[in-house]
């Protein structure tokens, strides 16, 4: 079985241990994008298979072959937005996406989850030209509740990714029936990195609302037990801020 992969960072390094350890003998093309690039390279010369960096010349060359040249197109945590022609060099594809379709589209859904108390979890869907909005071969929720922060759940989803896929992958590989799942075209929002870099800072001199709460939290914040209180579905919370000043210049990186 011929299979052209995108793969990057350290989920990405995860993920190949299914490949590896179950279906090594598969003809693989690794498609390597920048961030933990060294660790996955040493991994796949390890179990002596081949790749190729990520650049113009790598995508010319792979848009040249014929259409279904490859038998699978996986995106592993590749970080890359696949065009049609490259999507057609393959019979099927995959894509791994931390998120429970269609709720957070595009980049950090953990996040938007969170903020917007949207379902969470993964989804195993086809890649399309239109940013995760491919049909879906399988999806599983990630319970969470308040107050869990966004590092809590995401941990929970990306061990959920990494289990989904060593579970469910076995089974697409064989082209085993699943009952594909629509993925509604529905006006959800792509969310952007710079969605995450607004959302996440907020300017006291222009949101007075924002500035007049963090006020009142700091105002009852007397150590110990005397701190501003969250009443919640019943459940009572202290609330304490932290402030540290950082770089702002590292900050927006």
């Not at 179990?47 to 996986?74: A, P, R, V």
């Not at 071969?137 to 989803?157: A, N």
């Not at 001199?205 to 009443?231: M, P, Q, W």
Request: proline share 2%.
């Amino acid at each position: 079985m011929k299979i052209l992969v995108f793969t990057s960072k350290w989920v990405g390094l995860k993920l190949l241990d299914t490949l590896f350890l179950k279906y090594n003998k598969d003809d693989y093309l690794f498609i390597v994008t920048e961030r933990d690039s060294e660790k996955i390279i040493q991994l796949i010369e390890m179990n002596g298979h081949e790749y190729m960096l990520l650049n113009d010349s790598t995508i010319n060359w792979l848009e040249s072959q014929d259409e279904k040249y490859f038998d699978w197109l996986l995106n592993l945590w590749g970080g890359y937005i696949f065009s049609e022609q490259l999507i057609s060099r393959a019979k099927k594809s995959l894509n791994i996406h931390p998120s429970f379709l269609p709720y957070g589209r595009g980049s950090d859904s953990v996040v938007w989850a969170i903020r917007f108390s949207h379902k969470a979890g993964v989804s195993l869907h086809q890649i399309t030209k239109n940013l995760d909005q491919g049909q879906i071969y399988y999806q599983e929720k990630v319970s969470y509740d308040f107050p869990m922060t966004g590092g809590e759940l995401y941990k929970d989803v990306i061990d959920t990714c990494l289990k989904v896929f060593d579970e469910k992958w076995p089974i697409l590989r064989l082209d085993k029936k699943f009952d594909v799942i629509h993925n509604p075209e529905t006006q959800t929002t792509i969310f952007k990195r710079k969605d995450l870099f607004k959302d996440g800072t907020i300017v006291l001199n222009e949101d007075s609302d924002s500035k007049e709460l963090l006020l009142r939290i700091l105002a009852h914040d007397f150590g110990g037990k005397y701190s501003f209180k969250v009443l919640n579905d019943n459940k009572l919370y202290s609330l304490k801020l932290e402030f540290r000043e950082i770089d702002q210049e590292a900050n927006n990186e």
